[in-house]
């Protein structure tokens, strides 16, 4: 045999042994079938042609877009990457929960602390967000924590189906080393379900549907964005969510673009102690389903009653993951720049830092260096 043909053989085995790892394991990542799901969605409302909808038109893409997002993919570059490693701050989890505070993981994963309890937030410790283990989004620090030494939660929260929020490995370590409950917005359930997560562990809800654990109060909130593991999108329904104990209110974003229905969730759960919203990932060519900074701090002014100078926002939804086109640092130059104009509190924990909105540290531009 040639020897050009022995490499041949050689490079096309290579190849097809690295598209076999890639695609090892996508059909459990990806979830319930559209099928599975349906007699659970359909109960809502807002499901309707075997989808939901945003109350808002929204669209995922703005039309004509799509030749310049190739482009820009193409030339990115590193452009969204820091300059430096990312520092990490020691988790402190004190023996018994604060009344207003978060631990923020990265991303959008957040341990939050209301009146004594603790929420933990989409929680996604893998190392990609992505159904394939070698393709995809990779996370640009490490987890500060790991799962089995988080403290002991009372509920587990989840605001939609993304792999950025949603992360079979991750449930499947919950689901073994917590007891608490999976709370999530209606359709997510079968994808539980299907990762072996047991039935009196999952509580679905649809917008402005609530749950109890003793005094702590978790509802279901309206958000703009969409869902979908696969090619078929809006099965499930997406949402941010409000946790109200007997004295204080948190609200938690999860991703979502910007709409004045925020205004009314203000009037009707707010204010709030401590705001956390989703600044990074935006793009012109979405501007629908992903708020900018300058959107974040008007929903943070919107959720409380037209007054920006009440609680504390802590931005999520940045820093860990590489998903838009944007510099790693523009996100909190521009969230700081707009909530100084509008009187708000700012507070930007390293990954892995606690901020307590009722008595926040002064401020620290660790993210400048790296900017």
């Not at 075997?50 to 570059?77: C, I, Y």
């Not at 509008?342 to 901020?355: D, K, L």
């Amino acid at each position: 045999m040639k020897k050009t043909t022995v490499l041949g053989v050689a490079a096309v085995a290579a190849a097809t042994g690295w598209v076999a790892r890639a695609a090892w394991g996508i059909p459990t990542q990806i979830g319930a079938s559209r099928n599975t799901v349906q007699p659970y969605a359909a109960m809502s409302p807002r499901y309707r042609d075997r989808q939901f909808h945003n109350s808002e038109p929204s669209s995922t893409l703005v039309p004509g877009t799509d030749a310049g997002m190739f482009k820009s993919m193409a030339t990115r570059g590193s452009t969204g990457r820091p300059r430096q490693p990312i520092p990490l701050a020691t988790p402190l989890a004190p023996s018994v929960a604060g009344d207003a505070a978060v631990t923020w993981y990265g991303h959008s994963s957040v341990l939050v602390e209301v009146d004594g309890y603790r929420v933990l937030a989409d929680p996604v410790w893998s190392e990609r967000v992505s159904p394939s283990a070698t393709v995809g989004p990779a996370r640009m620090h490490p987890t500060p924590v790991a799962l089995a030494d988080l403290p002991t939660v009372d509920a587990i929260v989840i605001s939609h189906d993304h792999y950025d929020h949603l992360d079979m490995a991750t449930v499947k370590i919950l689901t073994r080393t917590q007891t608490a409950p999976f709370v999530v917005p209606i359709g997510i359930g079968a994808h539980l379900r299907h990762w072996k997560v047991p039935e009196n562990r999952i509580v679905e809800l649809d917008w402005d549907e609530s749950t109890k654990i003793d005094d702590l109060v978790l509802t279901c909130t309206e958000a703009r964005h969409f869902s979908g593991r696969g090619l078929v999108r809006n099965t499930t329904q997406w949402a941010s969510w409000v946790f109200a104990g007997p004295k204080h209110r948190v609200f938690f974003g999860g991703d979502s673009g910007y709409t004045s229905r925020f205004e009314q969730l203000g009037e009707t759960y707010g204010p709030f102690d401590l705001t956390l919203l989703p600044v990074g990932a935006y793009d012109v060519r979405w501007p629908d389903i992903h708020m900018n900074p300058e959107e974040a701090v008007q929903t943070h002014i919107d959720l409380n009653k037209g007054d920006g100078s009440r609680g504390v926002f802590v931005p999520i939804h940045w820093a860990t993951f590489n998903l838009a086109f944007h510099s790693w640092s523009e996100p909190i130059i521009r969230l700081n720049e707009s909530a100084a104009e509008a009187g708000t509190t700012v507070s930007v924990p390293m990954p892995g830092g606690r901020i307590d909105a009722l008595s926040p540290t002064p401020p620290s531009k660790w993210w400048i260096p790296l900017g």
